[in-house]
């Protein structure tokens, strides 16, 4: 059994798969989480190993049997990746309780419970590192985006938060704040040569390039609390 264990969420496709590919290429035996993704997860798994586990991050009670079951079958984690995510372009006015709700309970509370799940077993042995994936939009708002926004600006709260509260355990929480990458999720407004006239780098991010800042920062030993955002220059602070 390997003993540098990885989960990612969110890892059969885009910026989650990506992360999964470094993070194997690192050495890491990893657990692909996934929601009704089985294909996509099991090409994923044929190229790095490990095991996918179906397990919607909002459900609190299932993403504790899926960590459990990681340290069974897996290895003990070292690092936990939360990059399970969904999308909704839509005016306030527009947005439904039902929106509202899913948007918070996969993206904030998605986190908030691999968080939960993983730390303990994390505290025990007194090292882990945590990296949530927010977005760029986070840091500068967007239009007809309230309920994405919103969330991922929660995100960062979150792992503020939790960076002063595991720290004394030797745990690390950290976030990377994606600019526009080239995954299934992003919409065609963000495609165009107008909106990319506006990128200081001329282009949106590919996916491996995210991954690679993600699984840096989960392994930067004397970091915690921050926030870095591979963006092309959309947001420079």
Not at 33 to 43: F, M, V
Request: proline share 4%.
């Amino acid at each position: 059994m390997s003993t540098r264990a990885a989960l990612v969420t969110g890892a059969a496709t885009g910026i989650g798969r990506a992360t999964a590919l470094e993070l194997a290429k690192r050495g890491y035996l990893v657990a692909v989480n996934h929601l009704g993704q089985g294909p996509q997860a099991a090409a994923v798994t044929d190229l790095i190993g490990g095991e996918a586990f179906d397990v919607d991050v909002a459900d609190a009670d299932a993403v504790v049997a899926m960590v459990d079951a990681i340290e069974d079958r897996v290895g003990p984690l070292e690092i936990a990746v939360c990059s399970a995510g969904i999308d909704c372009e839509v005016r306030i006015e527009d947005t439904t309780d039902e929106m509202w709700d899913r948007m918070l309970r996969v993206l904030l509370g998605g986190s908030a419970n691999v968080l939960a799940a993983v730390s303990p077993y994390m505290q025990r042995r007194g090292v882990g590192s945590i990296v949530n994936i927010a977005s760029e939009l986070a840091l500068s708002g967007d239009a007809w985006h309230v309920s994405y926004v919103s969330a991922k600006a929660a995100i960062l709260g979150l792992t503020r938060a939790m960076a002063h509260e595991l720290a004394p355990a030797g745990i690390r929480v950290n976030a990377v704040a994606p600019g526009p990458t080239d995954t299934e999720l992003l919409g065609d407004r963000w495609r165009g040569s107008d909106y990319l006239a506006t990128v200081p780098l001329g282009r949106i991010g590919r996916p491996s390039e995210v991954a690679t800042s993600i699984v840096d920062l989960a392994e930067a030993a004397w970091t915690t609390g921050q926030v870095l955002s591979p963006n092309g220059g959309t947001v420079i602070q």
